[in-house]
């Protein structure tokens, strides 16, 4: 797992949408629809009618009594956008702090 840790406005989702479209087929995640339908829109004007090739999922339609949280059937590499935002969702609660697993090169 790859982190981008950026502040506000740096281009985090930018360089997200970027991978995904370099990598396809691939899934971004987003923490709702209103962001779903941004990055949508970002694909699209990256990779134009081959968008459909990057599927953009909203977590809160793959929680309880959504389609399911797992990604089953989806193809490709997944890259997560602002996943502070949907771990938190996730738990139901702020997270203080958090780690990670750093992979082994």
Known sequence: MKFVIQGRGWGKTKLL????CANRPSVIV?????ERKRVMNMVNKK???EFMQVNVLNI?????????????????P???DNAD???ELLIGRDVDTATFTAESE
């Open 17 to 20: 949408v970027e991978l995904a």
């Open 47 to 49: 990779i134009g009618n």
């Open 85 to 87: 935002y949907i771990l």
């Open 60 to 76: 809160q339609d793959r929680l309880p009594g959504g389609e399911g949280a797992s990604l089953y059937g989806t193809r490709g």
């Open 30 to 34: 987003t923490f709702n629809e209103a």
């Open 78 to 80: 997944v890259y997560v």
